[in-house]
């Protein structure tokens, strides 16, 4: 296992299309987060998975923004009619269950909406 | 809502010299974990700290978490260029969720 993997790298998109990216977290854990970041600035956190459960979603996250994890594994993030706010870089962490976990996270997908 | 400052925000410093970030909160967290991020990367992790008035190194690293367990802060001893980057606290709450900071940007000039 090389670590929690994200697909695409970079996509650019025109406003309105919709995208959709991939997290492979590390297999043995439970937990994943998506995060939106912006330049300069910490990670925004946006839904967290227990399993394939969705326990928690930000209320950043509009209408617009759906993500999944069918079978408890991989991770999709999809936007809709993607909007020129939307452009920032989307990371997954993955964690394992228990006090004091660390986040791994993958190398991020980055979203310029022109 | 809980919220986790840090500060500064942006630090320009020169090789040699010592600096120091620091995370604040009102909250107490089960534990708070330092990151560190390069340009077009995700955060890494460099240390947990746990316990109420832990001290964890890691080489010209010194992380202290408060005794309170609400605030923690990096002290980075002779700073070198390599040292660039992001450096990112997040608190771990009671529901195992991370709170994150806004980041701290330092610059290390040679």
């Known amino acids: 296992d090389t670590g929690v993997s994200q697909n695409p790298r970079h996509k650019i998109t025109k406003r309105g299309q919709n995208v959709t990216f991939r997290c492979d977290p590390i297999?043995?854990?439970?937990?994943l987060y998506w995060y939106r970041q912006t330049l300069g600035q910490g990670p925004e956190f946006l839904t967290y998975?227990?399993?394939?459960?969705?326990?928690?979603k930000s209320r950043l996250l509009s209408d617009r923004f759906s993500a999944e994890r069918p079978k408890g594994s991989f991770s999709t993030l999809e936007i809709q009619r993607t909007e020129q706010g939307d452009s920032a870089m989307y990371l997954c962490a993955s964690s394992p269950q228990g006090l004091g976990t660390e986040a791994f996270f993958g190398q991020g997908t980055r979203l310029t909406v022109v | 809502t809980q919220l986790l400052e840090q500060s500064p925000q942006f630090l320009s410093i020169q090789e040699g010299e010592n600096l120091t970030v620091y995370c604040n909160s009102s909250?107490?967290?089960?534990?708070l974990q330092w990151y560190r991020q390069e340009p077009g990367e995700g955060p890494v992790l460099l240390v947990t700290?746990?316990?109420g008035g832990e001290v964890k190194k890691l080489k010209r690293l010194t992380f202290q978490f408060g005794d309170a367990r609400k605030d923690s802060s990096l002290h980075i001893t002779a700073a070198q260029p390599g040292d660039t980057g992001l450096y990112l606290c997040a608190g771990e709450d009671s529901n195992y969720q991370l709170i994150w900071g806004a980041g701290t940007k330092l610059i290390i000039k040679p």
């Open positions: 700290v746990v316990t």
């Open positions: 297999s043995e854990h439970n937990r």
């Open positions: 998975f227990q399993n394939e459960a969705q326990l928690e």
């Open positions: 909250s107490v967290f089960s534990s």
